[in-house]
């Protein structure tokens, strides 16, 4: 198995631009994560989607983030127009259940830098 | 909200030293799991305790999982330098809440 699969893995860009960030779940799981990581906030859940069906959206900083889960094997999140403060590591995970007994899988990231 | 704090932020030892990294809440969780990212890298699911006063071994690893399942630990004995990294605990009733992460730092 391939594992979680992002795209790009390193982003920079200018605040104000658009940025797209992509994910491929492991096939088969119903559950997708995406997480932010800062120094200073740790590892932040976002959103995440049941069989391609936003659930809970409460982590999403502001109307600027958005997600979409058009179908079972890929995801965007997109932040429009970007700003520096949301410079962080964006990782998208996996599970096969959304239950706290399941454990999730890691994609590698992307490192977004907004200058 | 739902929180889980993780002690210490840092530590740096010695190889061969031990390390331990505590996690605790105020809330009965109803699991805990563990994860470890090495430097650049993501995080990578170690292990899931359930049971309370459960504990769990992986080579040089020990997990515990507190009597009244509000506290756990991560114990290395005889540290190595492929031990570095980021050791996050996760728990929680109905969300799985990620801890602040304990660095640990080997020096050789």
């Known amino acids: 198995d391939a594992g979680v699969i992002q795209s790009p893995r390193h982003e920079v860009t200018e605040m104000g631009q658009e940025v797209t960030l992509r994910c491929k779940p492991i096939?088969?799981?119903?559950?997708l994560f995406w997480y932010r990581q800062t120094m200073m906030r740790g590892l932040e859940l976002l959103i995440y989607?049941?069989?391609?069906?936003?659930?809970?959206d409460s982590g999403m900083p502001e109307d600027r983030f958005s997600a979409k889960m058009p179908n079972a094997s890929f995801s965007t999140l997109k932040i429009q127009p970007s700003e520096p403060r949301d410079s962080a590591v964006y990782f998208c995970?996996?599970?096969?259940?959304?239950?706290?007994?399941?454990?999730?899988?890691f994609g590698p990231g992307t490192r977004l830098t907004v200058t | 909200g739902q929180q889980v704090m993780q002690i210490p932020q840092y530590q740096h030892v010695q190889e061969g030293e031990d390390f331990t990294t505590y996690c605790n809440s105020s809330?009965?969780?109803?699991?805990i799991q563990w994860y470890k990212q090495r430097p650049g890298g993501h995080p990578v699911f170690l292990i899931q305790?359930?049971?309370?006063?459960e504990v769990k071994k992986q080579k040089r690893l020990t997990f515990q999982f507190g009597e009244a399942k509000k506290n756990s630990s991560l114990h290395i004995t005889a540290t190595q330098t492929t031990d570095v990294g980021t050791y996050f605990c996760?728990?929680?009733?109905?969300?799985?809440?990620f801890g602040a992460g304990t660095i640990l730092r080997v020096k050789s």
């Open positions: 305790l359930v049971k309370s006063g």
């Open positions: 096939s088969g799981h119903d559950y």
């Open positions: 995970a996996s599970s096969p259940g959304q239950g706290i007994n399941y454990e999730r899988y």
């Open positions: 989607f049941n069989n391609n069906v936003p659930i809970d």
């Open positions: 996760a728990g929680g009733r109905n969300k799985l809440v």
């Open positions: 809330t009965t969780l109803s699991n």
